[in-house]
């Protein structure tokens, strides 16, 4: 299992391409992942009630479609709450990616990010879709480009791939994914596309992705907004030649071990690069009673305002992590609770049976001053534990977030 | 039913002191609310899993004393976190008090509001117990002494008293509150103390100040932080000489449009004084199926940090509003949706059928930059409405709040 450059374009018989459109003022905004021979897909896509046109499209493609070969992305525009038009368009979109690249619409997953309400530019997207096709290409610059062009406030692109072997196959599976606001992914994260050239059934692919999710892009928050457009999109080629996956086998295994590798390597990027974040916060929660309760309480910390300005100011504000946790619904005895905080300054403890250890403040925000900072809360209760990352709220969020559209 | 001047001393028979104790460095830091004769007494409390001392001890004195004659309260150290000591000093708290007064501990509700895990300094408490108990006294001053003393990061102190006649007599319910960060109450505010001179039954105080509560200190959120403290304590002590309300007749009801025009008051005060905030928002749900629904949908859009930032920036961007209502669990049918927005600049109907109108985003931008503003969403589902208020997410709340302990 080795980590290696790339994004999208490092799995065999996968090609991509970004550019300037028109949608956006000034930087890229249209993207193209392309599959030269049909993939198995999986997706995974938002809980919100509101679902914007191309999440409703890809629902119907990954049930209906036997296989995809493409996923066009654009930025700028989010296609949500656009009605029947917002539909047609989103049609439009796919039809007119399969028509440069000779494939049915029906092989064509959509994914928009932006603005909620506007509709799409649709005649700049038509033309961009042509641009796209002509320009794609397999090389590791080809997907950074892509990974570029699917930003909105995003401050830097996300990528990620490993390497690993099958029946003596090298396998290689690369993702990119986008941010920054909007972000608590329930299901899937705002916008993310995983390659693989391994050769897996459609229904495996699915299992794998779906309870990958649960430990990776459902375990970060930034602002606990559920977004309208959350998909992640997963393609397998098979061009690696292993004998294909049928079974959950030693093979699967390693599958799910190097999907989880990029998938949490981009679910963390992502917090880390949370609107206005100078900090990942990432919540480890062990000696839990169930998973479920260790994932509650965790995701508790991690979304609280209170929480993560304070670690903003690396303020080791103890209390404020225990009443998140005590208001998450979780029940569990508050006095025999310890806590502790790490990153590359050291370790300390700050609690030990629900009180205060005699810890030396200077140290404590000397901890908390890092780029990465860790709380990790052990309950007691049993063996079950869950790990969140997320960021601290900041100056920059508000600003961010106070002038969004204009 | 006719609003007037003053808090917890408006109703007969009550006295109140606010002073210097010397807990914080300079600010006021403890009050004392006293009935001269015994009075009935109903609380509610957070249902946080981790409760401050205080919390316990009233829990226990609502339950079992069969009545309560004072209220002491400090700002400073919310004495939460602190184990069994914490427990001693929070006895030693009322113990004081009732030496003070003559009166059994047993008949003295404590409440604590400031930084977690400290203990309190339990002499200085002491010996402010006794400087309380000789400045009593039943002026509108003393009142606003004890309103000014609670407060921690609020910029105002809140206060508000209403008259009405039940049998020909006079009643007077008036009261004091506290915000304003760890606000999102469940079950009852940060601190706030009601008292009344109405005779009313034990049972049906507290019937009344339960129901109360889901409507309006349960319907306000500053950060969707419940904190360990939220304590609302309400005393009767039956000095107007009515005839005791001993059913639900009609001087119930009056009595309880009497005690919610007063905690409505409070905490709309409390949402428009939240920490950092430049403006009230209120959130009004109509349309929908269940009351409870509605409560989610209104608290969903009241709590987002997205729509927070945007009221702060003025900007009418409705399809934050949308899509928190979407991810908020309950169910419903985005295309139907109509979304307005209201202030003392007027009105605006921004989303009809969950498209945008064609509204002018000058005259929106207008509306939000009221000091009061107000947004409607009409659900066409039936026939349920609810109301929530918050505020706005801004600079200050991530300045207070990164540096709120030093």
Same mark, same amino acid.
């Given at each position: ?273 949370? /609107? =206005?974040?100078? !900090? %990942?916060? #990432? ?7 169930? $998973? &479920?309760? +260790? ?49 590359? /300054? =050291?370790?300390? !403890? %700050?609690? #030990? ?7 030396? $403040? &200077?140290? +404590? ?42």
């Amino acid at each position: 299992m080795n980590k290696i450059d790339g994004g999208v374009t490092a799995a065999k018989g996968f090609q991509a391409a970004g550019i300037y459109a028109g949608i956006k003022k000034k930087r890229k905004d249209m993207a193209l992942v392309y599959s030269t021979v049909p993939a198995n897909a999986a997706g995974t896509f938002t809980t919100n009630v509101v679902k914007a046109a191309p999440v409703k499209w890809d629902i119907k493609i990954t049930k209906e479609s036997k296989f995809v070969q493409a996923v066009v992305l654009n930025s700028g525009v989010a296609n949500a709450c656009t009605g029947e038009i917002g539909e047609q368009n989103n049609l439009r979109m796919a039809q007119a990616v399969g028509k440069a690249l000779d494939i049915p619409a029906e092989a064509v997953y959509t994914a928009s990010t932006g603005v909620i309400g506007k509709q799409l530019p649709i005649e700049v997207i038509e033309e961009g879709a042509k641009a796209l096709s002509s320009e794609l290409c397999d090389s590791i610059e080809a997907g950074s480009l892509a990974a570029e062009a699917i930003m909105t406030t995003d401050t830097y692109s996300k990528e990620s791939a490993v390497h690993f072997i099958v029946g003596g196959k090298e396998i290689t599976v690369g993702g990119m994914a986008k941010g920054s606001g909007m972000i608590h992914p329930n299901m899937a994260t705002m916008l993310g596309v995983v390659t693989t050239d391994l050769a897996i059934s459609k229904e495996l692919l699915q299992e794998a992705l779906s309870e990958n999710v649960k430990h990776t892009f459902n375990m970060i928050s930034v602002d606990r907004d559920t977004s309208t457009n959350d998909s992640l999109l997963l393609l397998a080629n098979g061009l690696a030649g292993n004998k294909e996956i049928t079974e959950k086998n030693d093979d699967y295994e390693n599958f799910c071990e190097a999907l989880s590798i990029v998938t949490t390597d981009l679910a963390k990027k992502m917090a880390a690069d949370g /609107e =206005g974040a100078t !900090k %990942l916060f #990432e919540v480890q929660v062990v000696g839990a009673n169930t $998973e &479920e309760e +260790a994932i509650i309480l965790s995701k508790s910390i991690i979304t609280s305002n209170l929480v993560k300005t304070a670690v903003y100011g690396s303020d080791a504000n103890w209390g404020r992590i225990l009443c998140a946790m005590g208001y998450s619904g979780v029940s569990f005895d508050p006095d025999v609770v310890d806590l502790s905080i790490e990153s590359a /300054e =050291g370790k300390l !403890k %700050l609690v #030990e049976q629900g009180m205060a250890t005699d810890y030396s $403040e &200077e140290f +404590a925000t000397k901890i908390l001053s890092a780029k990465e900072v860790k709380a990790i809360a052990d309950m007691k209760q049993g063996t079950a534990s869950a790990t969140a990352w997320g960021c601290d709220l900041t100056y920059d969020y508000v600003k961010i977030n106070a002038d969004y559209r204009s």
